[in-house]
């Protein structure tokens, strides 16, 4: 299993707000920052969310992030058909490994 | 703009090795270490390693240690992960993605489909 903890699914209708949560601990997401990367169906991860909470340009407002402590979730308002796709939490640990989530598939209802 | 493209996919049987490219175009090669992140049918992903470009320095995953080689010619812009004695269980996509240790991936390579089967 996979070192940070996500939910394996989540889902909401149009216009919307889903959040997804993503749990670690001390040594990852307590002293490290939290990235967030979408992959839609059949393509390659893309980076949304870094350092927290900063989104690349490019990447609509609707989607933020945000951490407490050795958790951390993404918010995604105004939720769009577009939107549905597989969602990882990632933090580098200590020992200068990069971690992920197990990843959540997001469904728009 | 920024990118990286891979090799095509890949068949192998079990033990023997596969090397896969990553070809970086948009940047300047050697300011960014590449990473190296897979992800079997269905499953999340699982980061390999990183290689410095400039340095040739590289750190890996603790579960492929001993399996895996990241090398790069930086005349051509070019990094390679290669994997050996493979088992079906390493049949996955492999991604290439840039990002200095520490930071964040961006971009990521198209993928690159290693299949291992007798």
């Known amino acids: 299993q996979s070192v940070l903890t996500q939910p394996p699914s989540a889902s909401g209708t149009p216009g919307q707000r889903v959040t997804i949560s993503c749990s670690g601990s001390?040594?990852?997401?307590?002293?490290?920052?939290v990235y967030w990367y979408q992959q839609l169906p059949g393509t390659a991860p893309k980076l949304l969310i870094y350092?927290?909470?900063q989104r690349p340009s490019g990447v609509p407002d609707r989607f933020s992030g945000s951490k407490s402590g050795t958790s951390a979730s993404l918010a995604i308002s105004g939720l769009r058909s577009e939107d549905e796709a597989d969602y990882y939490c990632?933090?580098?640990?200590?020992?200068?490994?990069?971690?992920f989530g197990g990843g959540t598939k997001l469904t728009v209802l | 703009q920024v990118q990286l493209v891979q090799s095509g996919a890949e068949v192998k049987k079990p033990g023997a090795s596969v090397k896969v490219s990553c070809k970086a175009s948009?940047?300047?090669?050697?300011?960014?270490?590449i990473n190296w992140v897979r992800q079997a049918t269905g499953q999340g992903l699982e980061w390999m390693g990183w290689?410095?470009?400039?340095?040739?320095?590289?750190g890996y995953a603790q579960k492929f240690q001993g399996r895996v080689t990241m090398t790069r010619n930086t005349s051509i812009s070019t990094a390679y992960m290669e994997l050996s004695s493979l088992r079906s269980e390493d049949t996955a996509v492999y991604y290439c993605?840039?990002?200095?240790?520490?930071?964040?991936?961006?971009?990521w390579g198209q993928g690159t489909l290693v299949t291992v089967s007798s």
């Open positions: 993605a840039r990002g200095r240790i520490g930071s964040r991936f961006d971009p």
């Open positions: 948009g940047y300047t090669f050697t300011s960014y270490d």
């Open positions: 290689m410095n470009p400039n340095s040739g320095n590289t």
């Open positions: 001390s040594s990852n997401i307590g002293s490290n920052y």
């Open positions: 350092r927290n909470n």
């Open positions: 990632a933090a580098w640990d200590d020992s200068l490994s990069l971690v």
